[in-house]
């Protein structure tokens, strides 16, 4: 072994010119099959890597994708991450992966970062407390293509990748509905996301169809957290005595909810029905097993990285701008049934 090989320690080993090394190394058409089997035996032997730094100086760009998402211990976020990984990794790329933690001035870091290391291109999630996609502009504004996903910004012209939150909140206060609930409140999350106002129209639409009136003091907008979920469901607690069901943004917030029930001695579902949304895999394990939405995010990343990695490869597609659905579905349980009806 060599300590830092180089280009030079394989061409003088097979005598060969560091040009003819780097093209075999790269696979050009022009080098003998034999000859590319044999630098590469070498380079293995000796331990070569190339230095990619070196190439995405001389190139103006790298094999690396970057993604920032608000947080990775959420499932949701998790799972769309290796959905990514899964279809760049097929198309020789790396994924470097950051985290906003939910914070605005963290996410502009990371986009700052992503830049300075020539990134490919960029997926993105916004943080919940981004309101306007301005600091992405760097991003677009040196070619670079960028996809958001989830939490999206309209403000942006870029390609997005969505659920179909308002149909599957309407489905789900529906079901409560037909579960028997009538006094069903809402935890949304902070007012300017995209997936807030989506959910939010989706629970209004499904009261008003079903002859139920919207009231604002069912309706409260919390951190899309279970600290957000606990102290929500105190609030509606304290104010809502006729309260029976909550109709939660996220599964995070509904296992705050579950908390909070617990610790007001409330049964689910039988005094406060509870359902989630992003099929977290808590939602199968807790008691009672908790009605949500799977939101697909393994799906979702990699149609993200799909349309990426086109927009990579194909300069025309970077001037194509367009919104995808990825269809979710509400998975029922036992938290929005009673017990007379309740399910696996």
């Not at 959910?199 to 309706?219: H, P, Q, S, T």
Request: aromatic fraction near 6%; proline fraction near 3%; include cysteine.
């Amino acid at each position: 072994m060599i300590n830092n090989p180089t280009l030079k320690d394989i061409a003088q080993k097979l005598g060969l010119s560091i040009s003819t090394v780097s093209r075999a190394l790269q696979n050009h058409p022009d080098i003998n099959k034999n000859t590319i089997a044999q630098i590469r035996k070498l380079a293995k032997e000796i331990g070569y890597f190339p230095d990619a730094l070196a190439i995405s100086l001389k190139k103006k760009k790298t094999h690396t994708i970057g993604v920032i998402v608000p947080e990775i211990s959420h499932f949701f976020f998790s799972s769309v991450i290796d959905g990514i990984e899964e279809i760049t990794y097929k198309d020789g790329y790396t994924i470097l992966v950051t985290k906003s933690n939910e914070n605005l001035e963290r996410e502009i870091l990371n986009m700052e970062s992503l830049i300075s290391n020539r990134v490919a291109g960029v997926i993105a999630s916004i943080s919940q407390s981004t309101v306007d996609g301005s600091h992405f502009n760097r991003v677009i504004a040196r070619g670079t293509p960028l996809v958001l996903f989830d939490r999206v910004l309209e403000d942006l012209e870029v390609s997005k990748v969505i659920s179909n939150d308002y149909e599957n909140v309407y489905e789900t206060v529906n079901h409560l509905i037909e579960s028997g609930f009538r006094h069903i409140a809402h935890l949304a999350g902070p007012p300017h996301l995209n997936i807030t106002k989506n959910r939010l129209e989706g629970y209004k639409k499904a009261l008003i169809d079903n002859g139920l009136e919207v009231m604002d003091e069912m309706i409260i907008h919390v951190n899309l957290n279970e600290k957000g979920g606990y102290e929500g469901a105190k609030s509606l607690l304290k104010c809502l005595p006729r309260l029976d069901a909550i109709c939660c943004v996220n599964d995070p917030v509904a296992v705050g909810v579950y908390q909070q029930l617990k610790k007001a001695e409330l049964t689910i579902p039988d005094d406060v029905g509870v359902t989630g949304f992003s099929n977290d895999p808590i939602t199968k394990m807790i008691s009672p097993t908790m009605t949500t939405v799977d939101q697909h995010g393994y799906k979702m990343g990699r149609k993200a990285a799909e349309i990426l990695l086109d927009q990579i490869n194909n300069e025309k597609s970077k001037t194509i701008n367009q919104t995808f659905t990825i269809k979710s579905e509400l998975i029922i349980r036992n938290s929005s049934v009673r017990k007379i009806l309740a399910v696996n």
